[in-house]
């Protein structure tokens, strides 16, 4: 079993290496998310609910981007995602 560190310096470096780990978890499977519905959303069939959802995957990516192209210190990094 895991002692618990006697210091915040212990606590926050724990903190900081499974924010670190759940973060590349994440960039992984946001990626693989993206490239699924790049490859299903042409296969769908043409109808209003489908227009919506092209809609929203192209506002979300252009909201990637935006992030992308200014970071903010406070925010996590959108770096790796690929759109």
Known sequence: MESAPSDISG??????????????VTVT?????????????????????TELIRKH???????VQLKKESPDEDSPSYEEIKI
């Not at 606590?11 to 590349?24: G, S, V, W």
Request: charged fraction near 25%; avoid cysteine; charge should be negative.
């Open 11 to 24: 606590r926050l470096n724990k903190q900081n290496f499974n924010a670190m780990f759940l973060y590349q």
């Open 29 to 49: 499977v946001i990626n693989q998310l993206l490239e699924k519905i790049r490859e299903d959303l042409p296969g769908l069939e043409g109808t209003d609910e």
């Open 57 to 63: 995957f192209e506002s979300t990516i252009g909201h």
